[in-house]
């Protein structure tokens, strides 16, 4: 049985300025990884101009098999870039977001209520390096090195929330 999945795209803030004029132009990229089990489809957001706090506010259904969600390194891979006219986007960050723990996944009910009902998770973007190492690890559709790539990813991600929770 496939559910959909919807996932709302609010807004980030504090981007790094990566044009000349100290501004960015973010757009989102989400998609599921790990790539052998979703495929490789990616959505986006709109371009929002000059801006290093974009609103979004945009809505995206992934139909997928709930059994999917519940694999080892199931997770969203947001990438945040800066869109360019005359050269190739620049990438403002990574994010992800573990999809094994989702709401209603495992209690086998329906959410309901809307999105009210339904936590607001803020991720904190990162940028990997070195990038071509990362990124040729990401594109490998070898199911078992995907799966340690998004392990990793995760582990610096909740390092990355630990250290951020502990400076308040
Ligand atoms: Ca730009």
Redesign the pocket.
């Given at each position: 049985m496939m559910f959909c999945f919807t996932l709302l795209v609010l807004n980030a803030k504090n981007l790094p300025p990566?044009?000349t004029n100290g501004l960015?132009?973010p757009y989102v990229t989400l998609r599921l990884l790990p790539e052998d089990l979703f495929g490789k489809e990616v959505k986006k957001t709109e371009t929002i101009k000059s801006t290093l706090f974009p609103l979004f506010d945009e809505q995206f259904d992934f139909d997928v098999d709930p059994e999917l969600l519940k694999e080892t390194g199931a997770c969203f891979h947001f990438t945040v870039k800066?869109?360019?006219k005359f050269s190739n986007d620049?990438i403002a960050g990574h994010a992800f977001f573990n999809l094994n723990n989702v709401m209603g996944l495992h209690e086998n009910i329906n959410v309901t209520g809307g999105f009210g009902s339904v936590p607001q998770q803020t991720l904190n973007i990162f940028h990997p390096k070195p990038e071509g190492q990362y990124f040729e690890i990401l594109e490998t559709r070898d199911e078992e090195r995907a799966k340690l790539f998004v392990k990793a990813e995760k582990d610096l991600y909740e390092k990355t929330v630990s250290a951020h929770v502990s400076e308040k």
């Open positions: 990566l044009d960015s132009d800066d869109y360019d620049d």
